[in-house]
């Protein structure tokens, strides 16, 4: 199967890309990819793409990697939108949101777990005001003895 995608040349800290096309089993190394279509310098944001032979490629049947894609894209050699690259950081509202969205009802208890039924919520908080006034007794007459 053929892709096109970039083959990084340059010095460290000095990348510089070339587009080539390639068998996607076996890597472009030591110049064995099948051709040179274009290049991409990120530093000077220099590019040049071949379009004619890109679209040859396409044609038969070569397949873009996710970058080349959007960057044909964004060049008006291909039509389309663009493929986002890089994956969504999950914000912690949004993780909030979604385990609120799941109703209780929706939840099923394993196999051999008993059926705990809820008590109301109005019951709830009644109990835990007994319980700190409780703490708060306690603290009182040991808060007089020091």
Avoid: C
């Avoid at 199967?1 to 996607?24: A, E, S």
């Avoid at 990120?42 to 004619?52: C, G, S």
């Avoid at 609120?100 to 039924?117: D, H, L, N, R, Y």
Wanted: aromatic share 4%; charged share 40%.
């Amino acid at each position: 199967m053929l892709v096109i995608r970039l083959l990084r040349t340059g010095k460290r800290n000095q990348p510089f890309f070339k587009i080539v096309v390639t068998d996607k089993r076996k890597p472009p190394r030591g110049g064995r990819f099948k051709e040179d279509v274009g290049f991409l310098n990120p530093l000077t944001k220099e590019k040049k793409l071949k379009a004619e032979r890109i679209k040859y490629w396409i044609s038969v049947g070569a397949k873009p990697s996710n970058t080349i894609y959007n960057l044909l894209v964004k060049e008006n050699i291909l039509e389309g939108r663009k493929i986002p690259v890089h994956k969504k950081k999950k914000s912690k509202q949004g993780e909030k949101v979604q385990s609120a969205e799941k109703p209780e009802s929706m939840e099923k208890p394993s196999e051999g777990e008993p059926v705990i039924e809820k008590e109301p919520e109005a019951s709830e908080p009644k109990q835990l005001k007994t319980e700190e006034t409780e703490v708060k007794e306690e603290l009182k007459p040991e808060e007089a003895e020091s």
